[in-house]
């Protein structure tokens, strides 16, 4: 739910400056990414912003800087890309916070469904807490750990995993 609203508010606010947005989607494949930045450079687009699923994005291939066209990143960080401005979220600092908050109520059993393993924000979010289990003195329990894609269908067999484990937990990140 949260790209479509992303994607919604931008094209509103663009739509009022006078622009029209080119969308390209390439989830899940990164490979997808590289090739839409050429076709929306050969377009001669003014700028590009990004969400890129990669912290080393394929972007940073395509040279979209040499080109002369603005960068704005958008939810997520790219060392690749000489971006112009950028609007992130701090996934670790967020999931370190909300494990924080579990723990605070007295749940000392977290659950927890990874994303992708190639996100980075997969990785900052499990960073986040695990963080937060061990400033607790928690350890890390792999029982409690499945992976996921960030889909509802993932979602739903993650936990039945978690159940068909036994697992005990009394919440879920």
């Not at 949260?2 to 989830?27: A, D, I, Q």
């Not at 997520?76 to 890309?81: E, Q």
């Not at 960073?127 to 750990?145: K, Q, T």
């Amino acid at each position: 739910p949260f790209f479509p609203k992303l994607v919604g508010s931008v094209e509103r606010h663009l739509r009022n400056w006078g622009y029209t947005v080119m969308l390209c989607n390439t989830s899940p494949s990164s490979s997808l990414e590289g090739p839409s930045i050429r076709t929306l450079l050969a377009k001669q687009v003014d700028r590009i912003i990004l969400v890129s699923a990669q912290r080393q994005s394929r972007a940073a291939d395509q040279g979209v800087g040499k080109y002369g066209v603005p960068c704005v990143l958008l939810d997520r960080k790219n060392d690749g890309i000489d971006y112009n401005v950028g609007v992130f979220v701090d996934n670790e600092r967020a999931f370190q916070e909300a494990t924080e908050l579990l723990l605070q109520h007295r749940n000392r059993h977290i659950a927890f469904i990874r994303g992708p393993a190639h996100f980075y924000t997969s990785q900052e979010r499990f960073r986040g807490y695990v963080n937060a289990l061990r400033s607790h003195g928690l350890p890390l329990d792999e029982n409690l750990l499945v992976s996921g894609n960030f889909g509802y269908q993932s979602g739903y067999e993650a936990v039945t995993t978690l159940l068909e484990r036994k697992a005990e937990f009394t919440a879920l990140m």
